[in-house]
């Protein structure tokens, strides 16, 4: 071992070998401070081995949590390391307790660590939630209490709520910085895929949570899940954004209630609750996300501008495929847009990423500017091209099965799709042809 001295920014964690007043890195004065360094000398501890398809199967948990499983890519697996971000407030820790306590039910040995919260309030939160079973909580920011609380014992889940709250006593830099983050995550990390302990990493999103939020864990990890939703509104979606054991468009759908998250298993229903008021403007496409099919409404709002340039504006809808929309529309339309503002928005908050949802929304702009309702019962579904031309999406059949069982009568989708059950199919060519069917 040889000693060494370094200078670290307490901000950002930038090393240099002299001091400096301010830090060339993140600008902050001040912040650069003196640090001892232990430089472990080299040495080689693993070596190259070789593995058969019959050993190290991957091994899974089902929780019973159904919306989590679904967003897990069918259950937990065992000795991952799972990424859950998201605003402080939205439900981290409710779900968190939820898993845990599934996770003793079915006889695991699991850990919580509580950077946030006193041991009181979280067996009060544990009562509130009607969790039963004893449950091990090791309430501490230090990250020596929890390397010490893991190499006495193996647990089967260690939950850390959360990564922000923890830190190392040995760095210079302040708890919740970046460079303290990034160090304690790759300990805990590391320390957990060692023993093979599956471990959830809860992580606030900060208003500045491109750079000092989980986002710089994201690498780290194998799966990275979002919690997001309104918090005045009762249901959160749980999305995955990174799954090394899944699909990656996973939507799990929660409801809050007193008692801790339920699942919402019906979400067409549940997102388009309001269907009896459908007006003019508003659309309903079946959604594809991950595995599963979403019945979801499109709505748009074309005002008369009253600016000089007018206002283009998309919620949950690519706003660069929205100005090609208007482009096409514009086109077969022979008419401009120019003196009007366009306004679309899915309900219900999801983000929809699949080009199938181009006819709907070209749909829901073109009854707004005719003010006649598409109907209730009435779904679309196809690609918009650039020439205006209607194309073919995947799982076609998918989508019309779901419109069937939700008592959609007519869906509007390119040529060439099969009728299923009772559904009137109107193949649609081309925007022109749209326009005139919207009467
Ligand atoms: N003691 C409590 N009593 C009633 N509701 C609570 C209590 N604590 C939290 N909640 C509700 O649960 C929601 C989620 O809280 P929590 O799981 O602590 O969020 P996070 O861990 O993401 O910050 C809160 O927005 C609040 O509505
Ligand atoms: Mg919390």
């Not at 939703?229 to 209630?257: A, C, H, W």
Request: with cysteine; net charge neutral; glycine share 8%.
């Amino acid at each position: 071992m040889s000693k060494k001295t370094a200078f670290v920014c307490e901000v950002c964690g930038y090393e240099t070998s002299k001091w400096m007043g301010k830090c060339p890195r993140c600008a902050s004065w001040d912040t650069i401070k003196e640090h001892k360094l232990d430089k472990e000398e080299f040495r080689i501890t693993e070596k190259p081995v070789t593995i058969s398809d019959e050993e190290l199967p991957e091994e899974r948990v089902i929780l019973g949590l159904t919306e989590m499983d679904r967003v897990l890519g069918g259950g937990l697996v065992c000795g991952s390391s799972i990424l859950l971000g998201g605003d402080p407030g939205i439900g981290k820790t409710t779900v968190c307790f939820a898993i845990a306590s599934r996770m003793i039910e079915l006889g695991y040995e699991v850990l919580y660590i509580s950077g946030e919260e006193s041991l009181r309030q979280l067996s009060s939160r544990k009562r509130r939630l009607n969790i039963k079973d004893p449950f091990s909580i090791l309430a501490t920011n230090r990250l020596e209490d929890i390397l010490g609380a893991l190499s006495e014992k193996t647990y089967r889940l260690v939950i850390i709520d959360s990564i922000q709250s923890v830190y190392n006593s040995m760095l210079p830099m302040l708890p919740g910085s970046i460079g303290q983050i990034k160090d304690v995550s790759s300990r805990l990390i590391m320390e957990m895929k060692k023993s093979e302990t599956t471990h959830i990493i809860i992580g606030h999103v900060t208003k500045e949570g491109a750079i000092a939020g989980p986002k710089v864990l994201e690498h780290m990890v194998d799966t990275v899940l979002y919690f997001e939703g309104d918090k005045m509104l009762p249901y959160r979606m749980l999305r995955t954004i990174k799954n090394r054991y899944g699909s990656v468009d996973e939507v799990g759908i929660f409801q809050m209630q007193k008692d801790g998250l339920a699942n919402v298993d019906n979400p067409s229903e549940f997102f388009i609750s309001e269907r009896a008021d459908i007006g003019a403007g508003s659309a309903l496409f079946p959604h594809i996300t991950g595995s599963r099919p979403i019945l979801l409404e499109v709505q748009s709002v074309i005002p008369k501008t009253t600016f000089s340039i007018p206002k283009r504006v998309s919620l949950g809808y690519d706003p660069n495929r929205l100005f090609i929309i208007i482009a096409v529309i514009e086109k077969a339309l022979g008419k401009p847009f120019f003196d009007r503002d366009v306004y679309v928005n899915i309900t219900g908050g999801l983000k929809v990423n699949e080009p199938a949802v181009d006819l709907a929304v070209a749909a829901s702009i073109l009854s707004s500017y005719k003010d006649v309702n598409i109907g209730a019962d009435t779904a679309l579904f196809g690609e918009v091209g650039l020439t205006g031309e209607i194309r073919k999406v995947m799982s076609m059949d998918i989508r019309l099965k779901e419109c069937e069982r939700l008592g959609i009568k007519k869906v509007f989708c390119p040529k060439g799709v099969e009728k299923i059950g009772g559904i009137e199919i109107v193949p649609v060519k081309n925007v022109k042809e749209l326009y005139g069917h919207i009467v």
